[in-house]
Structures are given as structure tokens and as C-alpha cells.
């Protein structure tokens, strides 16, 4: 036993136990990884299912360094001398890792966003699908709420910069904006009623438990937030065009395909109230 704790204290003994606790890190972040990947759940179990994942990942991670900084204290207390005076360079040459560091901490404190969050940072949109020390995962987003196959990490150097819009701040229910310009020849109040009568429509089956939601966060975050009641607001941005914006609500995952369907239904709103139009117009005429 003493030769086996004096082995433990030599350079080849530190380097040995080092790697051993490389190994069960990796294989324990492997392990975690492919019981997170396991199954089929639903969106909410799969959200929950992701955080956890995280959270452990970062444990396990937090747990390795602490071991291997308490193998190696000896040396890095002896060292410490020596690497004071290269402190300085260091510093600037790192100015960026403790950014990151000070971001991470600021994340932390303030929580902004969470995995499962929908986020929108230095221009980038996307669903948070990691977080760790240094950076934040995302799943991009393109134009038209649309997911793409790529991932883009965002330094936590940007959350000390740079505002973040967290696009499902509300949890399970969150308030969209769907935008739609028409000329300003065109019949606004056919078009408001038609976008209005499909939102109504497609929002019908989900609309009170949305409406309960939000009152919820209302009186736990203490903020006034409208209805799930779909609204249509007249926009006149140009002479050119004129915008109608609605407002509706759905879950974060389901926006593309409630976007979707109401595009779908409006279209054919219009084109059904276009018929009628045409048909009136030729019946007086016959008259």
C-alpha cells in the first residue's frame, strides 16, 4: 500500500491517474448521451429530457476537473511562481475565455433562456439544444420560422454585449406576429376578416388552454400580456403597400405549422370571396 501511494505521488503515478479520469469522464458523458437520445418522447418530455442531459453533462465535466486540478495540486501550486510572470501576456491572450467565463456567470444569474428555448442572438435565431462553459448551441432558424440541418454556437462573450430576445419567454404558449402585405387597392376589410376568420379557425382546438396559460404567467412574472384571442392590427408602412399584422398564439415547436395553415386558409378565404364577387358582379350584370 505505501508503494502503491508513493507510485500515486510520481510524475508517471499523476499522469496515469489523469488519464483514468479522462477515460470514465468520456465514458460517462457517452453513457448519458445515448440514454438522452433514447426513446421517442413528446415535445415537452423530450425538452426535459435535453436539460437534464445538460445539467448532468456539466456536472460530470465540473467533477472531472476538480479531480484532475486535485491530482496535479502540488504541481500546480509549484508552478504558480514561475507562471506569474507570464500572468500579463496570458491575460490579453485569454481576454476572450474569460469573457466567455463572465457570460456564462451572467447566464447563470439571470436565465435568460433555457434549452428548449427558441432565442434570437447577434442576428442568429434558433432553438437552444446546448449550453456549456463557454458557448450556446443553437439549431438555426432561416426566414419563415424555418429549421435548418445546421447548429451554430454563440459565444457567451455575446450575452455581455449584445441583447437576446427569447422568442418563447412565455413557456408553453407563446405570442406570435404574422405579417402579410397587400396593395393598397386591394379590399382590406374582405382580407382582414378573411385572415381573421382563419386564424379563429385554426387556433380554435388550443385557444382557452392558451388563454389560462397566459393568465398564469401573468400573475407569476407579474407582466400584462394579450389574449390568445387572434388580433388583426392595419400597418401603413409605404405608400406602396399595406400590411396586415395578426397576432396569434401557439406553442414554440408548432409555429411553422400553425404559420402554415393559416396562410393556407387565408388564401382560400380570398379566393373563395373573390368567387362570390365575380358572381355578384355577373348576376347584376344578367339583371
Known amino acids: 500500500m505505501e508503494d502503491a501511494g508513493a507510485f ?5 503515478g499523476r499522469i496515469i491517474a489523469t488519464l483514468l479520469v479522462i ?11 445515448r440514454q438522452a437520445r433514447a426513446g421517442s418522447d ?13 445539467l448532468v453533462k456539466n456536472l460530470v465535466l465540473v467533477a472531472a476537473l476538480i479531480v484532475i486540478g486535485t491530482i496535479w495540486a502540488s504541481k500546480i501550486a509549484g508552478a504558480a511562481l ?64 424555418q429549421m435548418t440541418s445546421r447548429t451554430v454556437a454563440l ?47 385554426i387556433s380554435l382546438p ?12 401573468e400573475a407569476r412574472q407579474m407582466m400584462d400580456l394579450p389574449s390568445a384571442t387572434p388580433r388583426v392590427i392595419l400597418q401603413l408602412t409605404d405608400a406602396k403597400q399595406t400590411v396586415l399584422s395578426l397576432r396569434y ?3 414554440p415547436n408548432d409555429k411553422v405549422k400553425v404559420e402554415q395553415a393559416i396562410l393556407r386558409r387565408y388564401l382560400a378565404l380570398q379566393a373563395q370571396a373573390a368567387q362570390e364577387s365575380k358572381a355578384l358582379e ?6
Not at 477515460?23 to 448521451?33: D, G, M, N, R
Not at 405570442?175 to 381573421?196: G, Y
Not at 388550443?206 to 404567467?217: F, I, P, Q, T, Y
Request: charged fraction near 20%; glycine fraction near 6%.
Open 8 to 12: 500515486a505521488l510520481t510524475e508517471l
Open 23 to 33: 477515460i470514465v469522464t468520456v465514458f460517462l458523458l457517452k453513457l448519458i448521451q
Open 42 to 54: 413528446a415535445g415537452n418530455q423530450t425538452v426535459r429530457r435535453r436539460s437534464t442531459y445538460v
Open 82 to 145: 514561475s507562471l506569474a510572470a507570464v500572468a500579463g501576456a496570458m491575460l490579453i491572450v485569454s481576454k476572450e475565455f474569460l469573457a466567455n467565463l463572465l457570460g456564462t456567470a451572467f447566464l447563470a444569474v439571470s436565465r435568460q433562456y433555457r434549452v428548449g428555448d427558441f432565442i434570437e442572438l447577434d442576428g442568429i435565431s434558433g432553438c437552444v439544444i446546448d449550453t456549456d462553459l463557454l458557448a450556446t448551441t443553437v439549431s438555426e432558424m432561416q426566414d419563415g420560422s
Open 155 to 201: 459565444p457567451h462573450s455575446l450575452l455581455l454585449v449584445k441583447p437576446v430576445r427569447n422568442l418563447s419567454a412565455t413557456g408553453g404558449y407563446a405570442i406570435n406576429l404574422l405579417k402579410i402585405a397587400l396593395d393598397p387597392s386591394a379590399d382590406l376589410a374582405t382580407a382582414e376578416a378573411s385572415l381573421l376568420s382563419a386564424a379563429n379557425e
Open 206 to 217: 388550443w385557444r382557452k388552454e392558451a388563454d389560462a396559460h397566459l393568465m398564469r404567467v
Open 249 to 251: 398564439t401557439c406553442r
Open 282 to 287: 355577373h348576376s347584376e350584370e344578367i339583371r
